[in-house]
């Protein structure tokens, strides 16, 4: 898994909780993204992050936000969580040069009842 | 809008059969294409990335191609394994944003003694 770990791998919740999600490498890769997949789309972009202190919004950032405070870690955020934010969440980086290539982590299986 | 359709949504063959996997994309221009392999409970797994130059990339039994004039891709397992079971996920990195890869929503594969 390219050196990446989440934590943690699996949470059940409740509505209206917040939730951190914790992405963590190892190698000083610069650009980090988190992902969420669902059941018939593809994966989509919620935040991504070029730097420490330096995040953007993805596709699908309403009801989330990002903390990039060191190059290592990545956290997302859920506020309140809602229903709708049930899903597999990935956390990806990319090596520098190339075509952008982006490696995955192992995924957190968030459940919000 | 910006899109990337596969088909066909699931498939199961036989082990030791070909199968191939299409992939139809409206993102233009692009800068690349890449087949992801995706384990069940696992991250995706880059198999090959082609630029918009380049008709095939072959990863030992996996063979992607790539019409950029129909903006058609094809991922071709040659000789399936039981390992090969998994889900395919075309993704297209758009020329003007090359962070925000756009994914489709993936082959399911099932591979059967």
């Known amino acids: 898994d390219a050196g990446i770990t989440q934590s943690p791998r699996h949470k059940v919740t409740e509505t209206g909780t917040p939730v951190t999600l914790r992405c963590h490498q190892t190698e000083n890769h610069r650009y980090m993204y988190w992902y969420r997949q669902d059941p018939g789309h593809g994966l989509r972009l919620i935040h991504y992050?070029?730097?420490?202190?330096?995040?953007d919004k993805g596709e699908v950032s309403d009801g989330y936000s990002v903390s990039r405070s060191k190059t290592e870690d990545f956290l997302l955020t859920l506020e309140s969580a809602t229903s709708s934010q049930t899903s597999v969440y990935f956390c990806a980086i990319t090596p520098v040069g190339g075509y952008n290539e982006q490696f995955f982590g192992p995924g957190t299986r968030l459940t919000v009842l | 809008k910006n899109q990337v359709e596969q088909s066909p949504q699931s498939l199961i063959i036989l082990e030791g059969k070909n199968c191939t996997l299409q992939?139809?994309?409206?993102?233009?221009?692009?800068?690349?294409l890449r087949w992801y392999k995706q384990d069940t409970g696992r991250g995706p797994v880059s198999l090959t990335i082609m630029t918009f130059s380049e008709n095939t990339k072959s990863n030992g039994r996996y063979t992607a191609t790539l019409d950029a004039d129909t903006k058609q891709s094809s991922l071709h397992i040659t000789a399936s394994q039981l390992s090969d079971s998994a889900s395919y996920i075309c993704?297209?990195?758009?020329?003007?944003?090359?962070?925000?890869?756009?994914f489709g929503s993936g082959t399911r594969l099932l591979v059967r003694p």
């Open positions: 992050s070029y730097g420490v202190k330096d995040t």
């Open positions: 992939c139809n994309y409206t993102v233009s221009p692009f800068s690349n």
């Open positions: 993704v297209v990195g758009p020329m003007d944003s090359s962070y925000k890869l756009i």
